[in-house]
């Protein structure tokens, strides 16, 4: 069972341009998550799903946008991408909202 | 506000015993996960506490105080391959996690 991927494992790009990092799941959980992780600062919560069609915001949304076509796939776009946008992107999914998280493997991004 | 402390960093030896522990202060409360994350690596789940006392999985344990607004995660038997960051995360009833920072753990032989 693959679980979660996410793609690319590692990315380095030129401030301003876009991005798209993957995300998928075959687990069929409802929920799925964006996060970052900074040394020091732990996870932070940048948007969310809580079923196939919905979104929301987290903690720190800004420059980041997510869609949620179908259950399994649920990809962050960086529109244009700043230095302070560089940091390990970790995608993760629940069968419901409260349920325990399942990570995937990570994307480490970092912007120039 | 939201908030969750744990140390920054521990040292222990092989085959002691440690205890990683994290306080909270949440809006609400659903439920405190413990994660395990090795350097470069995802997290993954040890542990989840909802009601106050202690879980036992092995060698690793974990107890919770809600009134205290307090958890630890104990871990026995130390194996080299304990040698991870810790994480703690407060589900605060609206259906986001809160994460501390994280516990990096340092096993010498």
């Known amino acids: 069972t693959a679980g979660i991927t996410q793609a690319p494992t590692s990315q380095i790009l030129a401030a301003g341009r876009s991005m798209t990092l993957r995300c998928t799941q075959d687990?069929?959980?409802?929920?799925m998550y964006w996060y970052r992780q900074d040394l020091g600062l732990g996870l932070r919560l940048i948007h969310y799903s809580n079923t196939a069609g919905t979104t929301g915001k987290g903690e720190v949304p800004d420059g980041y946008s997510v869609s949620r076509a179908n259950t399994d796939d649920f990809p962050l776009t960086l529109a244009s991408a700043v230095p302070s946008q560089t940091s390990v992107y970790f995608c993760a999914s629940s069968s419901g909202e409260t349920d325990t998280q399942y990570f995937g493997p990570g994307t480490r991004l970092t912007v120039l | 506000g939201q908030n969750i402390d744990q140390p920054t960093e521990m040292t222990a030896t092989e085959g002691a015993i440690v205890q990683i522990n994290c306080t909270y202060q949440t809006s609400g409360f659903n439920g405190l996960f413990w994660y395990q994350q090795h350097a470069g690596e995802a997290p993954t789940f040890l542990s989840y506490n909802v009601l106050d006392g202690l879980e036992e999985k092995g060698r690793f344990s974990s107890f919770l105080s809600r009134s205290k607004g307090y958890s630890y995660l104990l871990l026995k038997e130390l194996q080299m391959k304990d040698s991870a960051s810790y994480l703690c995360a407060v589900d605060d009833s609206n259906y986001q996690l809160i994460w501390g920072a994280g516990t990096k753990l340092i096993i010498k032989p």
């Open positions: 687990m069929r959980h409802n929920a």
